[in-house]
Each structure stands twice: as C-alpha cells, then as structure tokens.
Nanobody
Framework: QVQLVESGGGLVQAGGSLRLSCAASGRTFGGLTMGWFRQAPGKEREFVAHITWNGGSTVYADSVKGRFTISRDSAKNTVYLQMNSLKPDDTAVYYC????????????WGQGTQVTVSS
C-alpha cells in the first residue's frame, strides 16, 4: 500500500505561482512513477505531468509545458509540482497519483488539493 498526501493548494492571482507537494508513505519502492492530475468543475480528470522515481524522466501535458515543473526528492519520498504563470483555466482540484513501472494505470491516489486562480 502507498499513501499519498497533497498540500500547497490555495488561491492565487493570474500570473502567480504555487508549489504543490505530495508526500508518499507506506510501501514506497524506488521504481514508482509519480503523476499529477487535475479535475476542474464539470470536466473530466486530466493528466498534468509525471516523473519516474529513479530516472527522473518527465512528461507534461501540452497545456502546462513551459509553465509547470515536476520534481522529486527521493530521500523525502516527496514529489513537487511547481506551477508558474498560472491562468484561470488552471483552476482545479489537483491530485497526486502513483503507479508501478510497467503499468499504465495509477493505483494510488491522494485526496486532492484545491487550486484557484483568479483573473
């Protein structure tokens, strides 16, 4: 089992920045891929970014490329999402998720943290 706890959400003006954190605990293996997803009101949950735990390979959704940066601190079992140049369209509940290598489905999810960007 892996437990994930997000933090760092809040209210920010357009153009501002926020950093989300996701602390992992439980059976945390070095090979976990960690991802960030988001869900805006009335919309489907969408992929934002992911990072492989050991290799540090990253992938981003086109909508956040150049503005968001995913990183991880393996010693702290924590993944971060630095969000810059925020737009009102970034308003959503942001979720951290984890999956084992070789799997395409994320089996572990956090409770989510609200990010609201005002115009």
């Amino acid at each position: 089992q892996v437990q994930l706890v997000e933090s760092g959400g809040g209210l920010v003006q357009a153009g501002g920045s926020l950093r989300l954190s996701c602390a992992a605990s439980g059976r945390t293996f070095g090979g976990l891929t960690m991802g960030w997803f988001r869900q805006a009101p009335g919309k489907e949950r969408e992929f934002v970014a992911h990072i492989t735990w050991n290799g540090g390979s990253t992938v981003y959704a086109d909508s956040v490329k150049g503005r968001f940066t995913i990183s991880r601190d393996s010693a702290k079992n924590t993944v971060y999402l630095q969000m810059n140049s925020l737009k009102p369209d970034d308003t959503a509940v942001y979720y951290c998720a984890a999956r084992y290598p070789g799997l395409t489905t994320y089996g572990y999810w956090g409770q989510g943290t609200q990010v609201t960007v005002s115009s």
